[in-house]
């Protein structure tokens, strides 16, 4: 039995990669899954770390909960699929940590990266694929009914976009820029000839 393919989404809020992660798991007959709260402990973690109320997290609290939702995901979620031969398909992935925590906080890249592949066992996604969409557009789609990060200001967002743009170009092998302009169809053309090309499925 081959083993499965780990396929990321990633971008900045309202980017498109959650209407699109669903539309490649369709393409891909993979499992759909998310990051972070697509377990019953992710949900509980999911709620605290993006609950407006919850203003006096520290950034290194909030670097430490998504690194726990991520280590229960790999275990419960994403190793079993892959491990039986199941594409996985994520709306986001530890890249998320390293351009929100690291580029948008300020914490230290290695150490968010370290905690994070030591949370997922070393395990990271086969592809990751960044919807590349302008901070101003992202925000303008967002509305007014914000989460905790969502409500952050316009200089936070530019930081983990400038950050996603960074981490793709550091790592071409396994990353991969699709635009995310236009309608979902236009986007999903894009988005499954980018996959199909660098993994062949």
Not at 42 to 67: C, F, H, K, M, Q
Not at 123 to 129: E, H, K, N
């Amino acid at each position: 039995m081959n083993e499965g393919r780990w396929i990321a989404l990633d971008g900045i809020e309202a980017c498109g990669k959650t209407t699109q992660a669903r539309l490649l798991a369709v393409q891909l007959d993979a499992v759909l899954t998310r990051e972070p709260g697509a377990t019953a402990v992710g949900a509980r973690l999911r709620s605290i770390v993006l609950d407006p109320a919850n203003g006096d997290l520290s950034d290194r609290a909030e670097a430490l909960i998504y690194a726990a939702d991520r280590a229960q995901h790999v275990s419960e979620v994403v190793a079993p699929a892959l491990d039986s031969g199941r594409h996985v398909v994520s709306d986001r992935s530890w890249a998320s940590s390293l351009a929100y925590q690291g580029h948008g906080r300020g914490l230290a890249l290695d150490e968010v990266d370290l905690i994070n592949r030591w949370a997922m066992g070393g395990r990271v996604p086969d592809l990751v694929v960044l919807v590349r969409l302008p901070v101003e557009e992202a925000l303008r789609r967002l509305g007014t009914e914000r989460d905790r990060l969502e409500r952050e200001d316009l200089a936070f967002h530019r930081r983990v976009a400038e950050g996603f743009d960074a981490l793709a170009a550091a790592d071409p092998q396994r990353w991969v820029v699709v635009d995310g302009m236009g309608d979902a169809g236009s986007v999903s053309e894009r988005l499954r000839t980018a996959v199909a090309d660098r993994l062949g499925v």
